[in-house]
């Protein structure tokens, strides 16, 4: 709900309609004993809002986790991401990151190397590790260009993706969306 209503300046029927649902949602997590199932579930019911050249995107039942700490580089990777119609959330923390993918297993975990209290690169490990975390693909940004060869051949488990930030950060993504077959 945060995410959804991070700058929201103009109050459309719309925005007002997404955010009864909201209300109504967690009103329903909190009155009643949800299940995990039940909990993925409404995550993925909630509304996104996309800015508005992007309202021609077609919404995919794909949610993307974005983790990482800067705001203004999860904005531009977020705004990336959605470009391809997926829905995307967003944590700031790795203990929070990891805790939201075993409840709601995103389809793709895409986490910053610098993060809190564990790195980027312990996350993917974390996650790769546990048998409930452990099939979701996960891609790590890079602090640094030359970081990018670094992780990949020595740190990160083998299923997991690098994107670079910079200029061919939308190829990169691309390649690691196929990597996974979420295309």
């Known amino acids: ?16 309609d997404n955010l009864q649902l909201y209300s109504s949602t967690l009103h329903e997590i909190v009155n009643n004993d949800c299940t995990e199932a039940d909990i ?3 995550s993925r019911s909630l509304p996104v809002r996309t800015p508005i050249d992007m309202n021609n995107i077609v919404q995919m039942d794909v949610e993307i986790m ?13 705004r990336e991401v959605c470009a ?14 990891l805790t939201y993918a075993i409840r709601t297993k995103p389809d793709m975990i895409i986490a910053s190397a610098e993060l809190d209290e564990i790195s980027g690169i ?24 030359h970081d ?4 990949a051949r ?30």
Not at 69 to 75: E, F, G
Not at 160 to 180: E, P, R, Y
Request: net charge positive; charged share 25%.
């Open 40 to 42: 993925r579930t409404f």
């Open 154 to 183: 020595r740190e990160l488990p083998e299923a997991s993706a690098v994107i670079k930030k910079g200029g061919k950060f939308g190829d990169d993504l691309a390649d690691a969306l196929a990597q996974f077959d979420i295309l």
């Open 84 to 97: 391809w119609g997926y829905r995307v959330t967003t944590s700031r923390g790795s203990i929070d990151a």
């Open 122 to 145: 312990n996350l993917a490990c974390a996650m790769g590790a546990m048998p409930l975390t452990r099939k979701i693909p996960f891609a790590l940004l890079p602090s640094r260009d």
């Open 148 to 151: 990018r060869d670094h992780y």
């Open 66 to 78: 974005m983790v990482e700490p800067n705001k203004t580089v999860a904005n531009l990777v977020c």
């Open 1 to 16: 709900m945060c995410e959804y209503l991070d700058g929201l300046q103009i109050a459309k029927q719309k925005i007002i």
